[in-house]
C-alpha cells in the first residue's frame, strides 16, 4: 500500500510544481535544478499539496513547513542511512537540545543543492575558528572541503 501511494504522489508532483510556479518563481527554478526534480520528487513532498495556501493566493500557510528540528526527519524519510548517520552526530544532539545547529539543508540546502564551496562557508559561519590543521584546507581547491577530514553526516574527524 505505501508503495502504491509512492507512485500516486510521483505522478501528481510535476502537477503541484506547475501550481506553486507562477507565485515561487525562483524556488521551483531552484527545484527544477536539484536531482530530486529529475526523480520526480517536487513542492508537494515537503510542503504538502497545500491547496488551501494556492486557493487563498498566499493568504495561507502551506500545508508543511519544516522547522529545522523536522528537516532530519522528512529529508530521512527517504535517506535513512544518511538519517541514522546524522542522529548520532554532535550537530543532531545540540538541534534535539533546541538549539541551532546544521542539518540536512545546512549543507545541501533548500530547494537547490548546495556547491561544494558553499557548503564550506556554511560550516565557518558558525565554526569561525578553525585548528591549524583546517586553516585555509576548504579554500585551496574546489575539491577540498571539511569533509575531506571529516565525515560526511556525522562530521567526525576521519
Known amino acids: 500500500m505505501r508503495h502504491l501511494l ?9 502537477q503541484v510544481h506547475q501550481l506553486c ?26 510542503h504538502g499539496t497545500s491547496e488551501k ?13 519544516a522547522t529545522r528540528e523536522q528537516v532530519p526527519v522528512l529529508c530521512g524519510g527517504c535517506h535513512v542511512a544518511e538519517r541514522k548517520s546524522y542522529e548520532t552526530s554532535a550537530h543532531a544532539k545540540v538541534l534535539a537540545a533546541g538549539q541551532k545547529s546544521a542539518h540536512c ?8 543543492p548546495r556547491p561544494l564551496a558553499a557548503m564550506a562557508a556554511r560550516c565557518q559561519s558558525c565554526h569561525t575558528t578553525l585548528p591549524a590543521a583546517c586553516a585555509g584546507k576548504p579554500r585551496v581547491a574546489a ?6 577530514c571529516h565525515t560526511v553526516h556525522t562530521f567526525a574527524k576521519r
Open 6 to 14: 509512492w507512485l500516486l504522489a510521483l505522478s501528481v508532483s510535476g
Open 21 to 46: 510556479q507562477p507565485c515561487h518563481t525562483e524556488a521551483a527554478g531552484d527545484v527544477e535544478s536539484h536531482k530530486h526534480f529529475a526523480k520526480q520528487v517536487s513542492c508537494d513532498a515537503c
Open 53 to 65: 495556501h494556492r486557493l487563498a493566493a498566499g493568504g495561507a500557510a502551506p500545508d508543511r513547513v
Open 105 to 112: 539543508a545546512t549543507c545541501h540546502g533548500n530547494h537547490a
Open 143 to 148: 575539491r577540498v572541503s571539511c569533509a575531506g
